[in-house]
């Protein structure tokens, strides 16, 4: 079973504009952890924000925030005033597994553009 | 910074051949990854590594092992090359510890004809 879901393969964004990206998750775990990784067409992967399951207050990472609904098991990224240099592939993930040997299951990706 | 090194951008083999992708990473981590990324199914996890010549498989470990004999070092190795391993290949690490932040190298893109 799927355990991490995006469900938007692509996006448009005007420039300077918000836009949210979406990300459901599964798991039984009462400790998790939530990242979303940028890869732009380079092909590095760029760590973008952190959510952990404890975290009372979402997460901020200059114009990247996460929208952590806990109850509705979605942790969606917000890119606020988006930058032509934003169009990339993000992907979310979440950390399976406790302790030292934790691992991280990745989504789908989704494709966002920023147009001028 | 950290920094992880995978030893090729691109690769070419033909099926059948032994395959060896290598990554090395300089920041005393204590786990290593290898993910394929494929378009519209993302990253999938074949091994992973959190110690010194310990492994554990991920969702897709048919037709690949690892070795680590450094804990630098970590081996991703298709014993017998077959088109359906065309994939971008993504080495990652981690501090371990609880600390999961991955750092990525910048893939190797293997073709197999």
């Known amino acids: 079973a799927q355990k991490i879901t995006q469900t938007q393969p692509g996006m448009f964004v005007q420039e300077k504009e918000a836009v949210t990206l979406d990300c459901t998750y599964d798991?039984?775990?009462?400790?998790?952890?939530l990242f979303w990784y940028k890869q732009p067409s380079s092909g590095e992967m760029i760590f973008l924000i952190y959510q952990g399951s404890y975290d009372e207050q979402n997460a901020t990472e200059g114009r990247y925030s996460l929208n952590f609904q806990k109850a509705r098991k979605s942790a969606n990224l917000v890119i606020s005033a988006s930058q032509l240099g934003d169009s990339a592939m993000y992907f979310c993930?979440?950390?399976?597994?406790?302790?030292?040997?934790?691992?991280?299951?990745f989504g789908q990706g989704t494709t966002l553009q920023v147009k001028p | 910074d950290v920094k992880v090194t995978q030893s090729s951008r691109y690769l070419v083999k033909r099926t059948g051949e032994k395959v060896f992708l290598e990554c090395v990473q300089d920041m005393d981590h204590e786990n290593m990854f290898w993910y394929r990324q494929d378009p519209g199914l993302g990253l999938r996890l074949i091994y992973f590594?959190?110690?010194?010549?310990?492994?554990e498989k991920g969702d897709i470990p048919e037709g690949y092992s690892v070795s680590r004999e450094k804990k630098e070092r970590f081996s991703l190795i298709l014993e017998s090359a077959s088109t359906n391993q065309t994939s971008m290949y993504l080495c990652a690490s981690s501090l371990g510890r609880g600390r999961e932040k991955l750092f990525f190298g910048s893939g190797t893109q293997l073709s197999v004809l």
């Open positions: 590594s959190y110690d010194v010549k310990m492994k």
């Open positions: 993930a979440m950390r399976e597994g406790m302790g030292n040997t934790g691992k991280l299951i």
């Open positions: 798991t039984s775990d009462q400790s998790y952890g």
